[in-house]
C-alpha cells in the first residue's frame, strides 16, 4: 500500500481563518449606537478619530493574529530555511480561487473602514488593496519558512488577481461592480477524511473544498444608464466548484486503516442570479450595515450547473 505524504492544511484553514477573525473584530461593533448608523457610509470630512482607531485596531489584530498562527500551526512543525512549494496542482485549483475572493474582500472592506473615516476615495482604495496584499504576503512567507509548507508563487499569482479586480474597478469606475463571493453546502466527503476535511459545519465551512463554491457576481444595473429603473440589487453571477476531492493531488484508497470509496475528481461551473441587497433603496442604516457585512456570501438561488462527468444539471436551490 502506497504511504501517501500528510496532506496540506488548505488554505481555508489558515487564511479564510484570519480573514473571518478579522472581519468579525473590526465590522462587528459594540454597542447600538454605532449600530444605529450605517457604519460603512463615507464621511464627507476627514474624521481622524475613525482613522486611529481603525489603524490601532487592526495594528493590534495584526499582531495577535501573527500571534496566533504560529501558536496554532507553524509552531507544530519544523522551520527551515525560506522555500518555495508549487501547489498550483492540488485541489483543483479551488484553493487559487479562494486567494482570489479573500484578497479581493479584505482589500473592499477596508477601503470601506477607511472611507467611513473620510479618507479620499483613491487613497482609501489604494490603502485597501496593498493593505490586502501585505497581509496575504506576510501569511506566505510564513509558510515559506515552515518545512511543512512554502511560499507559493500560485497563492501570491491568485493574491495579486483578487487585489487587481479590485483595485482596477476602483480606477476605472469609481465603484464595484464586479465581486468574487463565497458559499458552501454540505457534502458527503468530509466523513471519509474529518481530519483533512472538517469534523463539524464551521471546519467543514473552512476546509472542505467539496462543499465551497466561488462566485464573480455582477451587478447588472451598475453597467445601465443611471434613469434605469432596472433593479440595482440584482446580480447575475458564475460559479467554479470542484468535487470528489479527499486529498490535494489524489484521492488515498485508505485512511487509518478505512478504505475510500473511488470518488472522481471533477470541476463544476454554475451560472445563477444573486444579490447586493445594500444597493437597495430606503433601507435603515442597520440594515445597510448588516447587509454588507454579509456582502461575501452568494445567496441561495436556483442554478445551472455544468460539469464533464455529468454535463448540464438544474438546481432548484442552490448554495
Known sequence: MKNFPPPRLPFCARKRWIYCTLVWI???PGHTGIMAQDFFKPSPDYNPGRVNGVVIAEAAIGTAVTIGLNYLWYKKFPRSKFHFFNDNNEW?????????TTAYNVAAIQTDLLRWGGVKPGVAALAGTLT??????????????????????????????????????QLMWGQQRISLKYS?????????APGELGSNLPQRML?????????????????????SNFPNWLNLSAGYGAEGMIGGVQNPTEIKGKPIPSFKRYRQFYFAFDTDLYRADGLSPLSTTLLKLNRTIKMPAPAIEWNKEEGTKWHWIYF
Open 184 to 192: 458552501y453546502h454540505h457534502t458527503l466527503f468530509a466523513h471519509y
Open 26 to 28: 473590526l465590522l462587528v
Open 132 to 169: 490586502a496584499l501585505g497581509f496575504l504576503t506576510m501569511v506566505e512567507i510564513m509558510d515559506g519558512h515552515s518545512v511543512k509548507w512554502g511560499f507559493s508563487k500560485g497563492d501570491m499569482l491568485a493574491n495579486l488577481a483578487g487585489c487587481a479586480l479590485f483595485e482596477g474597478q
Open 207 to 227: 476546509k472542505d473544498y467539496n462543499g465551497q463554491t466561488y462566485w464573480l457576481s455582477v451587478n447588472i444595473g451598475s453597467f445601465l444608464p443611471a434613469r
Open 92 to 100: 483543483l485549483n479551488m484553493d487559487k480561487v479562494g486567494h482570489a
